[in-house]
């Protein structure tokens, strides 16, 4: 009986989702950050609806404006080192940004976490794609969603064209999306 009283609360945390942890994020200076630079992004505005007006501070050097576009069309990946689920996830992620040759681009968003807990996961992980840092979650507060992993794919103007809740389970089903919501073939 003890036993099954207890399997239901467990139960209920990993149905949960991934949700924050309540601390404090740590900051620190671009020059000491192990995560790569955001791309350059064209001048002009995106056409259509963008995911969000937020611009984001990236820990390796520039920032990412999601109301431009990202002159290819562009994963947005949300993502926390205090989510299992987006631990799984991340090397299939990493995969995709490593064989995109110019195609695809992929871009990930530090989602309510510390700077130095993400970036000793990313490079725990391998991650060499890039990063912004919201460590208070204003875009999860914008997009209204509480919960991690979310990656949103974006066409070459900025527009929101699909959105992944939750993570992928293989690199072919992440391929696949890319190719139904994209137009590219990985």
């Known amino acids: 009986m003890t036993a099954r009283l207890l399997a239901v609360p467990a139960a209920v945390v990993l149905l949960a989702g991934c949700s924050p942890v309540a601390e404090e994020p740590e900051t620190r200076s671009q020059a000491q950050s192990t995560l790569t630079a955001c791309p350059e992004q064209p001048d002009a505005p995106a056409q259509g609806e963008p995911l969000s007006t937020l611009s984001l501070d990236c820990p390796g050097g520039g920032t990412l404006d999601l109301a ?10 949300l993502w926390g080192s205090w989510c299992p689920p987006c631990r799984e996830e991340m090397p299939l992620l990493q995969e995709l940004a490593a064989s995109a040759e110019g195609k695809v681009q992929v871009v990930g968003v530090i989602s309510k976490d510390g700077q130095p807990q993400a970036e000793s996961f990313a490079a725990d992980a391998e991650v060499t794609f890039p990063s912004a840092f919201d460590g208070d979650g204003q875009l999860m507060a914008d997009l209204g969603i509480n919960v991690l992993p979310y990656t949103y794919f974006l066409d070459a ?30």
């Open 68 to 77: 431009r576009g990202q002159a290819v069309p562009t994963l947005v990946n």
């Open 157 to 186: 103007t900025g527009s929101l064209v699909y959105t992944q809740v939750g993570p992928v389970a293989s690199i072919d089903e992440l391929r696949g999306l890319v190719a139904q919501h994209l137009g590219v073939q990985l």
